[in-house]
């Protein structure tokens, strides 16, 4: 008999980071049980979710593999790799502690996996023509990735404007959507007139079945049901203003959808209470006089109710609530070609598998 009961091992175990967990299954066979085990699978997940982190995708020579930078609260930063998929590749979506990442020498080819156990699929080929298509790129605007810890399974979203050879795109949204348990892609075809920015297509949501995008005139959100596969117009709160100084990003803050409006002097923060009658809270207004310099280019990035994370073209800062305090987190020594947050992501550790 051990000297802590199994509970107090288990709590123990949940909070190691995801390298250093695995390692601790060759101690002993109760161990090996005890990590393995479904209760603990869904206890590490709600463990992590409390603690978000970021993820930056670092400046690297075209021959070079795909890496990242990695920005936890709890732990500091390190370096995740993505040599394990052979392929270089840029990230499109997280969720959940899953990638979306599209290669980028190989139009078309996509990859989810899990970056800490390094386990990944290659997504199957559309055979839909028009992905090849899509306007004014030939790449999906939209990619989305939804992961459903709950279920044990994910989809991923490409959705854009179809362009036929020849002729002007004419409206027509074309969204795919993959589903693991299937494996296999599925289409609907709608009419929209909706816009995005790079910022807007970054911060996709998952919440409440569903994948929200923050429109370009930030005028609205767009999600995309899953389960019913049809979009939904959802209003922002009446507050809320766009242009003249103000902008606004969309987040996940513990499972809700979060809007974050940045002033010159404020950063005012809500967080939908009631999804289906879309009725949002004001939850707080930071002021931003301590980092004026910083707030032209700072862009929130990921979020829960004790803290954010924001980045700005070198550095990536902590905003903790309760205590009303900033912090640095990462800073970039050399000159970097693009602002960190043009291609940080909210991620959070999970043994979500993604085969």
């Given at each position: 008999m051990g000297i802590f009961p199994d509970?107090?091992?288990?709590?123990?175990?949940?909070?190691?980071?995801?390298?250093?967990?695995?390692?601790?299954?060759?101690?002993?066979?109760?161990?090996?049980?005890l990590v393995s085990d479904k209760y603990f699978v869904k206890l590490y997940n709600q463990v992590s979710a409390k603690n978000p982190m970021v993820l930056i995708?670092?400046?690297?020579?075209?021959?070079?593999?795909?890496?990242?930078?990695?920005?936890?609260?709890?732990?500091?930063?390190?370096?995740?790799?993505?040599?394990?998929?052979k392929d270089r590749v840029k990230v499109r979506a997280s969720c959940n502690g899953l990638l979306c990442c599209s290669s980028i020498p190989d139009k078309g080819v996509y990859y989810v996996c899990n970056p800490m156990t390094r386990v990944s699929k290659l997504l199957p080929r559309s055979r839909e023509r028009p992905v090849t298509r899509f306007y004014p790129d030939g790449e999906?605007?939209?990619?989305?990735?939804?992961?459903?810890?709950?279920?044990?399974?994910?989809?991923?979203?490409?959705?854009?404007?179809?362009?036929?050879?020849?002729?002007?795109?004419?409206?027509?949204?074309i969204c795919l959507i993959f589903d693991s348990d299937s494996n296999?892609?599925?289409?609907?075809?709608?009419?929209?007139?909706?816009?995005?920015?790079?910022?807007?297509?970054?911060?996709v949501v998952f919440v409440n079945g569903a994948l929200h995008w923050l429109t370009g005139s930030c005028s609205y959100i767009l999600a995309l049901d899953l389960d019913y596969e049809v979009w939904r117009k959802i209003s922002l709160p009446d507050e809320v203003s766009y242009g003249t100084g103000n902008r606004v990003y969309l987040l996940d803050s513990s499972g809700c959808l979060s809007l974050i409006q940045i002033s010159d002097a404020w950063m005012k923060?809500?967080?939908?209470?009631?999804?289906?009658?879309?009725?949002?809270?004001?939850?707080?207004?930071?002021?931003?006089?301590?980092?004026?310099?910083?707030?032209?280019?700072?862009?929130?990035?990921?979020?829960?109710?004790?803290?954010?994370?924001?980045?700005?073209?070198?550095?990536v800062l902590v905003y903790h609530q309760r205590g009303r305090v900033w912090k640095e987190m990462y800073s970039v020594k050399n000159s970097a070609t693009l602002p960190l947050w043009f291609s940080a992501h909210a991620f959070q550790s999970t043994i979500f598998p993604s085969d």
């Amino acid at each position: 008999m051990g000297i802590f009961p199994d509970e107090v091992i288990l709590q123990i175990l949940a909070r190691l980071p995801v390298k250093s967990l695995f390692k601790t299954k060759t101690v002993c066979k109760l161990w090996y049980r005890l990590v393995s085990d479904k209760y603990f699978v869904k206890l590490y997940n709600q463990v992590s979710a409390k603690n978000p982190m970021v993820l930056i995708e670092t400046s690297v020579s075209s021959e070079s593999k795909s890496s990242l930078i990695c920005v936890d609260n709890l732990r500091g930063v390190s370096e995740v790799s993505l040599d394990f998929l052979k392929d270089r590749v840029k990230v499109r979506a997280s969720c959940n502690g899953l990638l979306c990442c599209s290669s980028i020498p190989d139009k078309g080819v996509y990859y989810v996996c899990n970056p800490m156990t390094r386990v990944s699929k290659l997504l199957p080929r559309s055979r839909e023509r028009p992905v090849t298509r899509f306007y004014p790129d030939g790449e999906a605007t939209l990619v989305g990735l939804a992961c459903d810890i709950s279920r044990n399974k994910f989809n991923v979203v490409l959705a854009g404007y179809h362009r036929t050879f020849g002729h002007r795109p004419d409206g027509t949204f074309i969204c795919l959507i993959f589903d693991s348990d299937s494996n296999k892609w599925r289409k609907f075809v709608s009419h929209r007139d909706d816009h995005f920015t790079h910022m807007n297509k970054n911060q996709v949501v998952f919440v409440n079945g569903a994948l929200h995008w923050l429109t370009g005139s930030c005028s609205y959100i767009l999600a995309l049901d899953l389960d019913y596969e049809v979009w939904r117009k959802i209003s922002l709160p009446d507050e809320v203003s766009y242009g003249t100084g103000n902008r606004v990003y969309l987040l996940d803050s513990s499972g809700c959808l979060s809007l974050i409006q940045i002033s010159d002097a404020w950063m005012k923060i809500w967080v939908m209470e009631d999804y289906e009658k879309e009725l949002w809270h004001m939850v707080d207004a930071v002021s931003l006089r301590c980092i004026r310099g910083l707030v032209p280019g700072i862009y929130p990035i990921a979020q829960t109710g004790e803290c954010i994370f924001l980045a700005t073209h070198k550095q990536v800062l902590v905003y903790h609530q309760r205590g009303r305090v900033w912090k640095e987190m990462y800073s970039v020594k050399n000159s970097a070609t693009l602002p960190l947050w043009f291609s940080a992501h909210a991620f959070q550790s999970t043994i979500f598998p993604s085969d």
